[in-house]
């Protein structure tokens, strides 16, 4: 019933930037968190930030002051901003979402494809 597309992912040199895009579609009634989840080749997948409904955020501490996570609530789309990275940032990034999708349903969560972001010289 929801689908996750996620865009924006590239090549990008060291100290540079780049803003990530997950737009949800479909039945929703109430989107409860979106967020960002990355995962590096031989590492386990770890958090980078969330955004509630509420508008609360939290964010890895590796990406403190230099990543933002926000959100467009008339598209249904959150977004990552990435400023300043590093190589060690290069990873596969997931759209994370948790969702009422109808009323007296309990929340479900999705998952995008994931887009590939590469930092290095």
């Known amino acids: 019933q929801v689908q996750l597309v996620e865009s924006g992912g590239g090549l990008v040199q060291p100290g540079g930037s780049l803003r990530l895009s997950c737009a949800a579609s479909?039945?929703?009634?109430?989107?409860?968190?979106m967020g960002w989840y990355r995962q590096a080749p031989g590492k386990q997948r770890e958090l980078v930030a969330t955004?509630?409904?509420?508008?609360?955020?939290n964010y890895a501490d590796s990406v403190k002051g230099r990543f933002t996570i926000s959100r467009d609530s008339a598209k249904n789309t959150a977004y990552l901003q990435m400023n300043s990275l590093k190589p060690e940032d290069t990873a596969v990034y997931y759209c994370?979402?948790?969702?009422?999708?109808?009323?007296?349903?309990?929340?479900?969560?999705?998952w995008g494809q994931g887009t590939q972001v590469t930092v290095s010289s």
């Open positions: 955004i509630s409904y509420s508008g609360s955020t």
């Open positions: 479909g039945r929703i009634s109430r989107i409860n968190t």
């Open positions: 994370k979402l948790l969702v009422v999708v109808a009323a007296f349903r309990p929340e479900d969560l999705y």
